[in-house]
């Protein structure tokens, strides 16, 4: 073949015109940009990562979830609830002193009050005779007139039933406690999951900058050496749409990085607007998990449990509480009356002594009742079996996901580190003139692709130990 038409050839795939030294300098200092970025933002520690970011606090994981605990609404409204449950348990036990009752009437009349006292009504003497001798009658004139009357009733029997009473709502108050727990456990879940996805996130939009600022560098690259007819018009076209592309995808990643900051935010009880950066997450430390100690730690710890277990024990001292009704309320009573400007009667009064309360027949209602409330209590037992059994369902299935997702991301490592070293070779080799322009970008392309499965597979990991976490009970 003529040598001017093989070198005519060769033009048309390799580049004639030898790289100097600087240009050589240029794409290796590119490549290799990449590649240490990629690599760190793994392996880095205790460094803030967000692109633009330099004067924008470091938020820690450890930060972040001493914020959700003091800040988070949906704690603070379970914090709550265990306040009303405490004042609920304070407000029975004020049923165990006796409760006082005062009462006032005063008023003018509108027409005389009168009273008739029966001849002969306080008595018939020998010598005097009858008391009063004939009907009298009595008139209290039109002047301002009053009744006061007050009471202390000190419960006896029902003594009983408010033992049973201050008992329910102290379950009552451990419930409300169990639930502000599970709350608690599932915000730390959450803060930890939602931690790990913005250090993905931005993971992502730091190897989106590092590419797309590659590309601009080999653009313009190509740019030259177009004018230069050393590349083809395509090539340049390639590198240009290339680059477009990368664009919109670092800003798609940015926009989501943004909003998953505000989710954030909110999640941790603060303004939305607050701005952050996240601290570079190491790379994850496997252990080896005991299933067996998991589920046991499970049972002994999960707040779902534990609410189970004193429902029941709530139904029970429901029925209870139902049979004491069939104990009378008696109780130990004393009172004053009093009447203001009222002629003939006294003007004060006093007692003391027992008040009684009792429906002895009730057409069978507490016995219905009882019966409800056991029917109620079996349900509460098999709730609490099912609970239980549905606890270990979730370690088990969370056990598998965590050690599915230790799998994934051991693999989407080596795939990584696989791309990220075949990358390398690459543009030694299209520095040799060996590789097309056009396989060099495929292999960046492959390993933007790469470190994308990767932060996915870490995130993915991060949640699976956060959700088994959960699962065994962990706060």
Not at 37 to 56: E, F, H, R, W
């Amino acid at each position: 073949m003529d040598p001017g038409t093989e070198n005519k050839r060769r033009s048309l795939f390799y580049p004639v015109v030898p790289l100097t030294l600087r240009t050589r300098a240029y794409l290796a200092t590119a490549f290799l940009f990449v590649m240490a970025l990629m690599t760190t933002q793994i392996n880095a520690q205790g460094q803030a990562a967000t692109p633009g970011s330099a004067d924008v606090p470091t938020l820690t994981l450890d930060q972040a979830l001493s914020l959700a605990i003091r800040n988070n609404r949906q704690l603070q409204i379970s914090g709550l609830d265990v306040v009303k449950a405490r004042e609920s348990l304070a407000e029975v036990r004020t049923n165990f002193f006796p409760a006082l009752k005062s009462f006032g009437l005063g008023g003018f009349p509108l027409r005389p009050m009168s009273f008739t006292v029966p001849a002969g009504v306080l008595g018939v003497y020998p010598t005097v005779g009858p008391i009063p001798a004939r009907d009298s009658t009595i008139t209290t004139p039109q002047r301002p007139t009053g009744l006061i009357n007050a009471s202390a009733d000190q419960p006896l029997t029902q003594l009983y039933k408010l033992d049973l009473a201050t008992h329910m709502a102290g379950i009552g108050l451990q419930i409300a406690r169990e639930a502000e727990r599970a709350q608690h456990q599932e915000t730390t879940r959450q803060v930890k999951s939602a931690y790990r996805q913005l250090a993905q996130a931005q993971a992502e939009v730091s190897s989106a900058e590092a590419a797309e600022k590659y590309l601009t560098e080999l653009s313009e690259l190509t740019d030259k050496r177009l004018a230069q007819q050393t590349v083809l018009l395509s090539d340049s076209l390639t590198v240009s749409a290339n680059l477009k592309q990368q664009r919109y995808q670092l800003l798609k990643l940015q926009d989501a990085f943004e909003v998953q900051k505000e989710s954030f935010n909110r999640l941790l009880g603060r303004d939305v607007q607050t701005a952050f950066s996240i601290e570079v997450q190491p790379a994850p430390e496997f252990l080896e998990v005991d299933l067996e100690a998991a589920r046991k730690q499970a049972l002994e710890q999960r707040p779902e449990i534990r609410e189970a277990r004193l429902r029941r024990d709530s139904a029970k001292v429901d029925i209870r509480r139902e049979r004491a009704e069939y104990i009378p309320d008696l109780s130990l009573n004393v009172s004053y009356l009093s009447f203001q400007n009222v002629v003939f009667l006294p003007r004060n009064a006093s007692s003391i002594g027992l008040s009684l309360s009792w429906q002895p027949f009730d057409w069978g209602y507490k016995k219905h009742r009882i019966g409800e409330l056991k029917a109620t209590a079996e349900q509460k037992v098999l709730s609490e079996q099912d609970t239980e059994q549905q606890v270990i369902v979730e370690v088990d299935q969370e056990y598998r996901a965590l050690n599915e997702a230790r799998v994934l991301l051991d693999a989407d490592a080596d795939a990584r580190h696989a791309a990220q070293q075949k990358l390398k070779e690459m543009t030694n080799s299209y520095e040799q003139k060996a590789t097309l322009l056009s396989s060099l970008l495929e292999q960046q392309s492959a390993v933007s692709k790469a470190e994308t499965e990767y932060q996915h597979a870490l995130a993915s990991f991060w949640t699976a130990k956060a959700d088994f976490e959960r699962a065994i009970g962990e706060d």
